[in-house]
């Protein structure tokens, strides 16, 4: 039995900033009502033609390969973690593959949402804990500029997603006190449809209902949210699965050098941090910068704060995500 180490991380952000002034010349809005209710200033949307999901995956990629020392041809397997991917089919784990050059290698697709980066890496951690792979490939990557309603209609969801990829390459660690110590992964499907995008879908309106329908009033494909619930709920989970990594591996709340919480809104963490009591530097938060972008925005934050020297060699790490499905869970992680 191994563990498994994130060796490597990179995270890739399209250059086009929209702030909420500028959505404001669109939508029936403000900065001040944006930031109230979610903590954001600003986020980023692709400028068509230059990013799509996998492009930012593969540019998120190549920087965390990069920094990894592993070689491409040493890649075991790619896991890739998106609600936006480029087709209907196939997925972007096969087009990742194709344009990093990597051998022909397995690529395995997570729809998790929000917590979909927690999803992949523990899949991750399992191939490499059973010793079937050496080094894995994570990424999360998303866009969803081009899919909500930038309308005033939308206005309540569409203010709050930014587009973003993020990449980790998880590596064999024989240390069993380092690494990757456990994953805890939770789902509840009665309440899928109060956060949920439902067309096109085979169950519900296929692309040929829209366009035989061609309603102008048609709201099916823009993702749908119960704020409130979801809300609700999100600081519930949070707070729940954190404790049960926590206890699985006999650690306390004064335990944790840095948490890395799912960037779904800023009032969120803010309630988890004064609820487990940790400081401003023991929980780092970017969704000011970038928006809610969904499975890439753990492995967007973990990167940055890596990046900041704000996790060091020895300190103990926690990821927790919360969204869509509901699904749900935590890693905890010493670096």
């Known amino acids: 039995m191994y563990h498994s180490k994130i060796a490597g991380l990179g995270f890739y952000v399209p250059s086009n900033v929209v702030t909420n002034d500028d959505l404001s010349k669109i939508i029936d809005t403000n900065d001040e009502w944006i930031q109230e209710r979610t903590g954001i200033q600003e986020r980023r949307h692709i400028i068509r033609g230059e990013d799509t999901t996998t492009s930012m995956g593969v540019k998120a990629a190549e920087i965390a390969i990069e920094r990894s020392g592993v070689a491409k041809e040493d890649i075991d397997f790619v896991v890739f973690a998106t609600l936006s991917p480029d087709y ?90 380092k690494g990757i110590l456990s994953t805890h992964l939770h789902s509840e499907g009665q309440h899928a449809e109060e956060l949920a995008l439902v067309a096109p879908g085979m169950g519900a309106r296929w692309v040929t209902d829209i366009i035989a329908d061609n309603d102008p009033n048609d709201e099916s494909y823009y993702p749908h949210m119960n704020g ?70 753990i492995p967007i934050a973990l990167t940055e704060a890596w990046e900041k020297g704000k996790i060091k060699s020895g300190d103990t790490v926690v990821l927790a995500a919360f969204g869509s499905g509901f699904t749900w869970g935590s890693a905890i992680i010493k670096w």
């Open 228 to 297: 409130q619930f979801v809300f609700k709920n999100a600081v519930v989970r949070f707070a729940e699965v954190i404790n049960e990594g926590l206890q699985a591996n006999n650690l306390q709340v004064s335990d944790i050098d840095m948490l890395i919480p799912h960037q779904a809104n800023l009032r969120i963490s803010q309630f988890i941090q004064k609820k487990f009591g940790l400081a401003d530097d023991q929980v780092y938060n970017n969704i000011q910068k970038y928006g809610n972008t969904t499975a890439a925005s």
């Open 88 to 177: 209907y089919f196939p997925g972007p784990g096969v087009l990742v593959q194709r344009d990093l050059g990597l051998r022909t290698v397995g690529a395995l697709d997570v729809r998790n949402q929000c917590s979909g980066f927690i999803y992949a890496l523990s899949v991750a951690d399992q191939y490499i804990k059973t010793g079937m792979y050496k080094n894995v490939l994570i990424i999360g990557s998303e866009v969803h500029s081009t899919g909500l309603d930038m309308t005033s209609r939308g206005r309540g969801v569409s203010v709050i997603f930014g587009d973003g990829a993020g990449a980790a390459v998880l590596s064999r660690e024989e240390d069993l006190t």
